[in-house]
């Protein structure tokens, strides 16, 4: 879908040339982002049948940190990820297959999976892919929409997003990563509910700034890496233990909906 946006703070983030946004980052991505809280994997699957019986669709599986997670407990998953970089990165697990297709279309037969989950990634794609989770699912199926959101009321997590608004010339991406609207006003999925975890990553200087600079919308031209490593530097000088690491504190948000019947 292509859209004519004329002020681009105002365009929706899957009209920001989703697709290659990652491509320059895929090894930042894969090595430096956080993983999911145990809890959320286990609220993920939990009532639904035994793991090992199960199929999923991780749709925006990037370098397939999630993928693996419920390839660990058992699922066979079907990673879609478009981006060849993101891929190429990724660390191979025998009960995940990646698909280099969208989130829109992801050639999956009908009522083929048990799960779909978007961990970090459905904010990017067009709403129109909700009717093709349905189309994939299995009756009464379930989604699961999953995002790693920064606590602001840690002092060094809010510290270090403020420095990331700051050189990435406050994008909008920073102020809409949880976009789960589109599923509450959709027609395919109802039961839905919402949960919360805690999750941490403890990095040192050189995996904070991988985990900086794995992210989509930070500029990497030469003067704004030099900047961001030097803030980076001085945060850690200020917030560092005595192992010379520091915490970025995530709330980990869980959306559950199930497949309903086919509106109309």
């Not at 990165?89 to 297959?97: G, I, L, R, S, Y």
């Not at 990646?98 to 978007?118: G, K, R």
């Not at 794609?125 to 999953?146: M, N, Q, T, W, Y």
Request: hydrophobic letters at 40%; proline letters at 7%; one cysteine or more.
């Amino acid at each position: 879908m292509t859209q004519l946006i004329d002020d681009p703070n105002d365009a929706p983030l899957y009209a920001m040339q989703p697709l290659q946004r990652f491509s320059d980052r895929a090894t930042d991505y894969a090595n430096h982002r956080p993983s999911y809280p145990a809890a959320a994997i286990a609220a993920i699957l939990a009532g639904l049948s035994e793991p090992h019986r199960l199929v999923a669709a991780d749709i925006g599986a990037g370098t397939g940190i999630s993928s693996r997670l419920l390839a660990d407990k058992g699922l066979q998953v079907w990673a879609v990820e478009p981006n060849a970089a993101m891929r190429e990165a990724a660390t191979f697990h025998p009960n995940v297959t990646f698909q280099a297709v969208a989130a829109e279309q992801t050639q999956l037969p009908n009522a083929s999976v048990d799960l779909v989950t978007c961990f970090q990634a459905f904010h990017w794609f067009d709403p129109a892919c909700l009717p093709e989770f349905h189309r994939i699912l299995k009756p009464s199926g379930r989604l699961a929409l999953v995002w790693n959101s920064r606590d602001r009321q840690d002092p060094f997590t809010q510290a270090y997003t403020q420095l990331v608004q700051q050189l990435s010339n406050h994008h909008p991406a920073e102020s809409r990563m949880v976009s789960a609207q589109p599923l509450f006003s959709s027609p395919y999925f109802d039961a839905i509910s919402q949960q919360e975890f805690l999750y941490q990553q403890s990095l040192d200087l050189a995996g904070l700034i991988g985990r900086a600079q794995s992210v989509s919308y930070m500029p990497k031209d030469e003067d704004t890496t030099q900047r961001l490593v030097q803030g980076l530097k001085d945060l850690c000088d200020r917030w560092a233990d005595a192992q010379g690491r520091v915490c970025l504190v995530y709330t980990t948000q869980v959306f559950l909906a199930t497949s309903g019947r086919v509106p109309g």
